[in-house]
């Protein structure tokens, strides 16, 4: 009996990350979709060694071993890198090895993530604001709005990845994926405003729906 999806990311952290989200207790609740078993160990895999470049060319091949396996799959990768053919290029590349592979169409979706994957944990929570250890009482957006970091009419600051770095570096906080896990794991859901993270969240509500209360 195949498993339900195949989560199949670009590298650690953005496992790291999916793990934060997938692995907790309130996961239906938080994605606003049905049960769907998620087991880290069978259905979460990061192209190692390949990364996003690889992920782009080979995505095809990596996948194949899960074509028997899983009914659905959910690729994910950055946009931003060296040699990287824009969004639109990432997700019909991709889509077409998958498809050549024998997946249907209608079962796969790729997330290419522009420009990166901080992207999806820039929140105006208190909980990214304490992982960085940055002191904001007043809130992390209206904080940084005072440094001029992140524009107060922008939904996210304009380089996350940067501001993430600068402000980790700042405040003496050591570079691991396993940040990212802790922020997926507590950061609500449905505060992420990422076009392609918000996609991602249609996808599995189509494919696992929520039970209609009678």
């Known amino acids: 009996m195949k498993r339900d999806c195949l989560f199949f990311v670009a590298d650690k952290t953005m496992r790291e990350t999916f793990l934060g989200f997938l692995g907790r207790e309130d996961r239906a609740a938080q994605l606003g979709c049905g049960h769907f078993a998620f087991d880290a160990a069978e259905d979460l895999f990061f192209a190692a060694g390949q990364n ?20 659905k799959a959910v690729v994910a990768l950055d946009c931003d ?70 524009p107060e009419d922008a939904t996210k600051p304009p380089s996350p990845k940067d501001l993430f770095n600068r402000l980790r570096r700042e405040n003496n906080v050591k570079l691991s994926s396993s940040i990212f896990k802790r922020i997926a794991t507590r950061v609500p859901v449905a505060r992420c405003e990422d076009a392609e993270f918000r996609r991602l969240v249609a996808q599995l509500q189509a494919w696992f729906p929520a039970a209609v209360p009678a």
Not at 57 to 64: E, P
Not at 87 to 95: E, F, G, K, L, T
Not at 134 to 146: E, F, I, M, R
């Open 52 to 71: 996003d470049p690889g992920l782009n060319t080979r995505a095809g091949l990596l996948l194949s071993p899960f074509f028997h396996s899983h009914r």
């Open 81 to 150: 890198w060296v040699g990287s053919p824009g969004q639109a290029r990432i997700i019909q590349n991709v889509s077409t090895q998958l498809h050549q592979g024998g997946w249907a169409p209608e079962d796969v979706i790729v997330i290419a993530i522009d420009p990166e994957l901080e992207q999806w944990i820039w929140q105006d929570s208190p909980v990214l604001a304490e992982e960085l250890r940055l002191h904001a009482p007043g809130g992390l957006k209206a904080t940084l709005a005072q440094r001029g970091l992140w």
